[in-house]
């Protein structure tokens, strides 16, 4: 019964994973908004995205409470909401990312490498679960490291030179700090699940972390731009030269270059800011720059939560939905030893090639493979089951 359970919530979260990331990845292209650019930040996306499952947890928790549930199983205890709370803040930071990414690079390229940390959860599990590493564990992760590293064949072989076919330092840095992330919110969701107080259910625990994250969204979006207008991160004195034409030119109209170059001037390898520019200059200097997404870490949060284009809204919007889907099942499935179930989660990894290859995308068979072998060897890592009866976590409070 217990795997009954398992592949039919597998199924729906591999489903809710996968529109996940094509949803975020057409919010971010400006041929699905409108034809307009898109105007909208990830910091902003996100806020709308928890908002969205927020909305959807809070529907599905006052349904349960008039069919009858008592308030008191929405309440988790202390313990459990603290691993809430740090599963709120480690998903926000993640939901940045997952809307930073498909901005400048197509699923298939990066989904594979944001799950790396799949192939460590054995050993996790032996730490917090005492839970046997076994032979297929150890040839899970060699497929996985190969899966991985066959796309890059054709770019050290020198036969694809294309930049928008590899990954480049910054969605590196991103894809670490998103496997640390999920690979921290995994172990701490059955944290939750193992001492929430009996009753709770996955509903509850849902609306408390989308609470968090509302919380901790919020806060960034107001504090972290208040800090950069205090830096002046968007009205720089010095911006290389390199820096100054291939990160701000190109991504400004004509009259918007002529503005800037007639208020930074050329020196040696740096473009310099003139002095004595009136409060309008200044002002008009800091809304090109802040376009431009020159300093990506603050332009991750810039813009009005009201953007001009509601397009990419409607994509965030939907994809909170499938979020708390998913969310709900892996609320619904943390009873059970994460690193058991969660690698069979990422079954749509493997289709991910074929669906952007559908959207026109530049899909190459060495993709294909890479994604296909990834897969696989996220599941040889449990290919044994039937070797190991799947039994649930003890909980806390019985």
């Known amino acids: 019964m217990e795997w009954i359970l398992i592949i039919i919530w597998l199924s729906i979260i591999n489903g809710a994973l996968g529109g996940q990331y094509i949803l975020n990845w057409m919010g971010n292209q400006p041929r699905f908004v409108g034809n307009q650019p898109v105007g909208v930040s990830p910091g902003v996306m996100t806020w709308w995205r928890e908002l969205s499952k927020l909305v959807w947890a809070l529907i599905a928790v006052v349904i349960e409470v008039l069919r009858g549930k008592k308030l008191k199983f929405l309440w988790p205890g202390v313990i459990s909401m603290v691993t809430i709370t740090i599963c709120a803040f480690t998903g926000v930071i993640e939901n940045i990312g997952l809307f930073y990414l498909p901005r400048y690079y197509s699923p298939h390229l990066f989904a594979p490498y944001v799950n790396v940390y799949l192939a460590f959860l054995p050993f996790f599990g032996k730490v917090m679960f005492n839970a046997p590493i076994r032979k297929e564990h150890w040839i899970g992760i060699l497929l996985v490291i190969a899966g991985l590293s066959i796309p890059y064949i054709p770019r050290i072989i020198g036969t694809i030179t294309d930049p928008k076919a590899i990954l480049d330092g910054s969605a590196i840095t991103w894809i670490i700090i998103i496997n640390c992330c999920l690979c921290s919110q995994q172990i701490l969701n059955n944290k939750t699940v193992q001492t929430a107080f009996p009753g709770v259910g996955p509903n509850a625990l849902v609306v408390w972390r989308e609470i968090w994250k509302m919380i901790f969204i919020c ?142 995308q530049n899909v190459n068979s060495y993709q294909i493979v890479g994604a296909v072998i990834t897969t696989i060897g996220l599941m040889v890592g449990v290919s044994d089951y039937k070797r190991h009866k799947v039994e649930e976590i003890e909980k806390k409070y019985k």
């Open 219 to 360: 806060s960034a979006l107001f504090i972290i731009p208040l800090i950069g207008g205090m830096m002046k991160v968007n009205i720089p004195e010095n911006i290389p030269t390199e820096s100054f034409e291939t990160k701000i030119l190109t991504k400004i109209d004509d009259n918007q270059k002529s503005f800037l170059l007639n208020h930074y001037e050329k020196s040696n390898d740096e473009y310099k800011l003139k002095n004595n520019l009136s409060p309008e200059d200044q002002a008009g200097i800091k809304k090109i720059i802040s376009a431009s997404e020159y300093h990506r870490f603050f332009s991750l949060f810039e813009g009005s939560i009201f953007p001009k284009n509601w397009w990419p809204i409607l994509f965030v919007v939907l994809a909170g939905l499938t979020g708390y889907i998913y969310s709900f099942g892996f609320f619904k499935l943390a009873r059970f030893s994460a690193h058991i179930w969660v690698p069979y989660t990422n079954v749509y990894l493997a289709l991910i090639p074929f669906v952007m290859f559908l959207f026109g």
